[in-house]
């Protein structure tokens, strides 16, 4: 039977979850995810879990965050007066923003914090910091 390897494409179901069971994405009520492994589309824990699966297998994948999304880190948060948001910006905690590179390229931010003239918002992405557990079932392999 055929093994994943390096460069193969694969479809997978997948559920992942925090290490505490709260869910965060899954794949179960939609198509599966398609994917070329050694692209670098996904994190790294999980295309390494996936090397020598077999089809149709099932495996649950514990993925420290350093394989994942790697440590929180504190040069991400940064302080902007709110006097360079859009007007119709109101910032509450929480709230997604996008702001551009000086390249052009998107960033997405959450507001982390709103002060009386700024707010403090958070380029890390939502999961940095974490250790993840993904439940996954081997769909195919091209």
Request: proline share 6%; aromatic share 4%.
């Amino acid at each position: 039977m055929s093994q994943v390897k390096e460069n193969d494409t694969v479809k997978v179901h997948y559920t992942g979850k925090l290490t505490n069971g709260e869910v965060f994405d899954s794949s179960l009520e939609r198509e599966p995810l398609e994917f070329t492994l050694g692209q670098g589309q996904l994190i790294p824990g999980f295309e390494k879990g996936m090397i020598n699966m077999e089809l149709n297998e099932k495996k649950t994948l514990n993925i420290p965050c350093a394989e994942a999304y790697g440590e929180r880190r504190e040069e991400m948060m940064q302080e902007v007066p709110k006097n360079q948001l859009p007007p119709e910006v109101k910032p509450e905690v929480g709230m997604g923003l996008v702001s551009q590179t000086p390249d052009g390229q998107e960033m997405r931010l959450t507001v982390a914090e709103v002060k009386e003239e700024s707010i403090v918002v958070d380029a890390n992405h939502p999961l940095a910091g974490q250790d993840l557990v993904f439940d996954i079932e081997l769909l195919e392999i091209k």
